[in-house]
């Protein structure tokens, strides 16, 4: 008996070994990084392609839900304007009931007023006797003090007159150092592009100041736009804060024009500037009026800088993800790595657009030095 359960237990185990060796291993733990990783590279996409998507799919989901809050909305208020004319009618069922009670009571009062009368007769009040002094007294001191104010603030107002105001200095501050100034004046929406074209400036960054018909510069950024009718996307005048700044950036006697914008919020200018990607090329024409530029076949890397003009028709641009001196950037370019205009962040509050990516690294590096006195 015990040989025959030695024998059971010995074939259960070969058994269990074997069904061992028979699996198969346990699959690759998966995350997210990885599973990321692999869209991007199945679906040939790209973190702005991505982030565009996700943004429409939100902009979606909001408009669902605001649909569904105005509809919320309209119930509760024909609910509370219900609840209120029942409250304005027990009110004035209150109101009414009230009137006649105190109307009735003012009727048994008046009554009963009378009947005394009658039996009773008032006594005529006497007058109080006038007393002149005291009057006298008060109507003089009233002047007084209406004299001495008179006279204090006859004074003051004197002194003030003839003191000189202080005037306060405005310390002027850009959001990029310079080391030139330009001023341009009678520029219109058709001139902008020659004017700015015809610019020669100093190496390095010169700030270029357009003047108003007041002989003023345009202090905020939609003044500049508006006077030169420039459309802005409706996300991005919300968020602009009302600093900017135009350039010229000169290199190896080369003029690169840019402009720069302060914002509020990164996440609406950052999707307002995707949005603006159909139209920036035509709407800010004055920093496209050449392509200076071309993107090198390694993104990565900065030691060339061909300018080019090309004049195919058949030239087909398209936005692209390119890295420039460790600076992501937003490109339009052609087949032949040429590109047209670009844009970053320098950060959450500042966006760059030139019509050179090279451009756009240096001046970064600039404004992460800018706290360095000029």
């Known amino acids: 008996m015990s040989e025959e359960n030695t024998k059971n237990n010995s074939n259960n185990f070969k058994k269990v070994v074997e069904n061992l060796h028979n699996k198969t291993k346990l699959p690759a733990l998966r995350t997210y990084q990885g599973d990321m990783a692999e869209f991007i590279k199945e679906k ?157 400036a100093k190496s390095g960054v010169s700030l270029v100041k357009i003047i108003n018909s007041d002989g003023l510069p345009f202090e905020k950024s939609m003044d500049f736009f508006n006077a030169m009718k420039i459309p802005v996307p409706r996300i991005l005048e919300r968020t602009l804060s009302g600093k900017y700044m135009i350039g010229i950036f000169s290199q190896n006697e080369e003029m690169y024009p840019f402009i720069s914008l302060s914002v509020n919020d990164f996440g609406n200018a950052f999707s307002a500037m995707l949005d603006w990607e159909k139209t920036i090329t035509q709407d800010l024409s004055f920093l496209t009026k050449q392509i200076q530029n071309t993107v090198p076949v390694d993104p990565t890397s900065t030691t060339t800088n061909t300018n080019s003009n090309p004049n195919s028709k058949s030239d087909s641009f398209v936005w692209r993800d390119i890295i420039i001196k460790n600076k992501d950037i937003r490109g339009l370019v052609n087949k032949r790595n040429q590109a047209q205009i670009a844009y970053t962040f320098l950060d959450k509050n500042t966006v760059l657009i030139s019509n050179n990516v090279f451009i756009l690294g240096d001046i970064s590096a600039i404004y992460v030095s800018r706290s360095i006195v000029r």
Request: hydrophobic share 35%; proline share 4%; aromatic share 6%.
């Open 44 to 200: 040939n996409e790209s973190v702005f392609s991505i982030a565009a998507k996700e943004k429409l799919r939100k902009e979606n989901e909001e408009k669902a839900e605001k649909e569904r809050l105005k509809k919320l909305q309209e119930e509760t208020e024909a609910e509370k304007k219900r609840i209120e004319e029942e409250k304005k009618k027990k009110k004035e069922q209150k109101a009414k009931e009230r009137k006649e009670v105190e109307e009735h009571k003012i009727v048994k009062e008046v009554k009963e007023v009378k009947e005394s009368e009658v039996m009773f007769p008032r006594p005529e009040p006497k007058l109080p006797k006038k007393n002149n002094f005291k009057t006298n007294l008060v109507v003089g001191a009233v002047s007084l003090l209406l004299i001495a104010g008179g006279v204090f603030i006859s004074l003051y107002v004197f002194r003030y007159v003839n003191t000189e105001p202080v005037v306060s200095v405005p310390i002027d501050t850009e959001i990029i150092p310079y080391n030139d100034t330009i001023t341009l004046t009678g520029v219109t929406k058709e001139s902008l592009d020659e004017e700015i074209a015809r610019l020669s």
